[in-house]
C-alpha cells in the first residue's frame, strides 16, 4: 500500500510538470500541436513513474482481450456517434428553430448546389465519419486512457469502493483540463469557472462509462476505442451539420451540452449503478 501511494505521488508530480509545461506554451504559442503533445503525457508519466519506481509493465492491462469481448469494442465504435446524434436530435425536437441544414456551416463549405445531392453527401460524410474519425485519434486517446484507466484507476480502486475510484477518476481528469478550459478551449473565454465545472462533470460521466467498459473487458483498448469514437464527433459536430447560428455549449445539441450529451448522461448513470456488482479482479 505504501508502495502504491508513493508511485501515486511521483505520477502526480509528472503530470502536474507536463501540464504546466505544454498548457504555457499552448498558453503562448496558441499551437495545436502542444496540445496533442500534451495528450500524450499522461501515458508518458506512467512510463516514468514506472521507471522511476522500478516497476514492471505487466499491471497496466495493455492486453486487448478482443476475441472475448467482442461485443463491448462493436458498442464503443459504433454506439458512441449514436449516442451522440440521438442527443443532438432530442435537442432539435425542443429547439426546433435552431435546426437549419441547408444553411448550416458544413453546407456552406461544400455549397449547395441541389438539396438532394447535399443530403447524400451529408448522409455518406455521417457514414464515413462513424467508421474512420476514431481511428485517427487513437494515438492521444491512448496517451490519457493507459493512465487514467489503466494505471491510475486500479489503484485507486484499492483503496476506495469501484464507483468512488470512477467517481474520483473523473475529477481528477477534469481538472486536469481546467489550464486549457480556462484558456477558451471547448467552453469559450466568456465563462472560465462554469467551463471548468462543466468538464468536470463531462469527464466524469464519460469517464463512468469509459471505465464500465475497461472493467468489463480488462483492457485499456475498449475505453480508448470509445474515447476516440467520441472525439471523433468533434470533426464533424452536430452544430456544424445542422446549424447556420453559433450554439449553445452548455446545452448542445453537441456532447458537451446538457441536452446534447444527455444520451452519455442516462447511459452512465445506468452503468454506474451496475458498477456495485462489478468484478473489478484482474
Known amino acids: 500500500m505504501k508502495k502504491d501511494s508513493k508511485s501515486l505521488i511521483i505520477f502526480a508530480i509528472f503530470v502536474i510538470i507536463f501540464l504546466g509545461i505544454f498548457s504555457t506554451l499552448y498558453y503562448f504559442y496558441n499551437n495545436n500541436i502542444f496540445l496533442t503533445i500534451l495528450m500524450l503525457t499522461p501515458a508518458l508519466s506512467v512510463v516514468l513513474t514506472k521507471l522511476n519506481c522500478k516497476e514492471d509493465f505487466k499491471d497496466l492491462h495493455i492486453k486487448p482481450?478482443?476475441?472475448?469481448?467482442?461485443?463491448?469494442?462493436?458498442?464503443?465504435?459504433?454506439l458512441t456517434p449514436i449516442?451522440?446524434?440521438?442527443?443532438?436530435?432530442?435537442?432539435?425536437?425542443?429547439?426546433?428553430?435552431?435546426?437549419?441544414?441547408?444553411?448550416?456551416?458544413?453546407?456552406m463549405d461544400v455549397g449547395v448546389t441541389s438539396k438532394?445531392?447535399?443530403?447524400?453527401?451529408?448522409?455518406?460524410?455521417?457514414?464515413?465519419?462513424?467508421?474512420?474519425?476514431?481511428?485517427?485519434?487513437?494515438?492521444?486517446?491512448f496517451g490519457k486512457e493507459l493512465a487514467w484507466r489503466g494505471y491510475l484507476l486500479p489503484r485507486l480502486n484499492k483503496k476506495f469502493s469501484t464507483?468512488?475510484?470512477?467517481?474520483?477518476v473523473g475529477i481528477?481528469?477534469?481538472?486536469?483540463?481546467?489550464?486549457?478550459?480556462?484558456m477558451g478551449y471547448n467552453?469559450?473565454?466568456?465563462?472560465?469557472i462554469l467551463g471548468i465545472i462543466s468538464m468536470i462533470i463531462f469527464c466524469i460521466v464519460i469517464g463512468t462509462i469509459a471505465s464500465f467498459l475497461f472493467y468489463k473487458t480488462k483492457s485499456i483498448w475498449c475505453p480508448v476505442l470509445f474515447h476516440s469514437a467520441l472525439n471523433g464527433?468533434?470533426?464533424?459536430?452536430?452544430?456544424?451539420?445542422?446549424?447556420?447560428?453559433?450554439?449553445?455549449?452548455?446545452?448542445?445539441?453537441?456532447?458537451?451540452?446538457?441536452?446534447?450529451?444527455i444520451g452519455f448522461i442516462i447511459t452512465a448513470i445506468i452503468l454506474f449503478n451496475k458498477m456495485k456488482k462489478i468484478n473489478k479482479s484482474f
Open 65 to 78: 482481450n478482443f476475441k472475448e469481448n467482442k461485443k463491448w469494442y462493436f458498442f464503443a465504435y459504433i
Open 83 to 107: 449516442i451522440a446524434f440521438v442527443g443532438a436530435l432530442i435537442y432539435f425536437i425542443i429547439f426546433k428553430n435552431d435546426f437549419d441544414l441547408f444553411g448550416s456551416s458544413y453546407a
Open 116 to 141: 438532394g445531392e447535399y443530403i447524400s453527401n451529408l448522409l455518406l460524410m455521417i457514414l464515413l465519419a462513424i467508421l474512420v474519425n476514431p481511428i485517427m485519434g487513437i494515438v492521444q486517446c
Open 163 to 168: 464507483q468512488t475510484a470512477v467517481i474520483i
Open 172 to 182: 481528477i481528469w477534469g481538472l486536469w483540463h481546467s489550464p486549457i478550459i480556462a
Open 187 to 192: 467552453y469559450g473565454t466568456e465563462n472560465p
Open 233 to 261: 464527433i468533434d470533426l464533424y459536430k452536430p452544430s456544424m451539420l445542422f446549424m447556420s447560428k453559433p450554439s449553445n455549449v452548455f446545452i448542445g445539441p453537441d456532447v458537451l451540452g446538457i441536452v446534447g450529451g
